[in-house]
C-alpha cells in the first residue's frame, strides 16, 4: 500500500489528475473506474483541463441511486455528466442504470460489461464514514459482485446534503461489489477533510472484516491512498 499525504485537498486533486494522465499516456485504451462523491471533485475538473488523453477510455462508475431518473440532478449519472463528462469526451462511460425494471439483471449485465472491456485497469475510491466503498455498506461480503444494497441509515443522512431533504434521499443503490473493486489492477483511494480521520485510522489500524469494507484494500496488490488529513 503507498501511502501518499498532500498539503491540502488542491494538491491532492493535482496528484490523482497526474495518476489518472499517466495511466493514459501509458495505456491510452485504460478501463477507468471512477467514483462520485464530493471527493473527487477537484480531480475531475483538472481532468477537463486535459480532455485529449480520454479520447480512447472507457470508464465505469462504481455506483447508482435506484429510483432517480438520469435527468435527476441528484442521480449519479447527472453527476458525472457535469463534473466530467461534457468536457471529457471518452470513448465509452457507463453507470448502473439504477431506473432499469430487472435490478438483478442490471447487475449481471453490468458485470459482464466490466468483462467485456478487459476489466478496470484504475479505480478510483472515495471512503465513505462508515468505511464503505462504492456502496457496499458494512457487513457485505468481500466475495460479493454488482449488487443491490439498501442504504445505511447513516450514508443516507451523509448524502442528504445534497438533497431537499432526507426524504428525498434514495433508500437503495447498485453498486460494484466489494470483489468486483478488488479485481482492479490498480486502486486510488482518495481520503479528504476531518471528517474521515477515524475511518482512515481504523483502515490503518483496525481489523480487516465485513463491518468495515474499506478494510480488504490492504490486502490489494496495487493500492494508493492520496490524502490531506
Ligand atoms: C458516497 C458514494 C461513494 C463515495 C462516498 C464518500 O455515498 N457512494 O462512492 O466515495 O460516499 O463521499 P464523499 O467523497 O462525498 O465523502
Redesign the pocket.
Known sequence: MQVIQTRDYENLSEKVAGIIFDQLKGQPDSTLGL??????VGTYQLLKKQPEHFIEATTFN??EYVGLKESHPQS?RYFMQEKLFNTVPVKASYIPNGSATDLQEECKLYEQKIQASGGIDLQL?????NG????NEPGTPFDSRTHVVELAES?RQ??ARFFNHLDEVPTQ?I?MGIETIMEAKKIVL?V??N??VQAFDRLFRGEIEEKFPASILRTHPNITVVHDL
Open positions: 467514483a462520485t462523491g464530493s471527493t473527487p462504481l455506483d449519479y475510491l472515495g471512503l465513505g464514514m464503505h466503498i462504492g456502496f450514508t451523509a448524502n443503490a453498486t482518495l479528504s477533510g471528517e474521515k
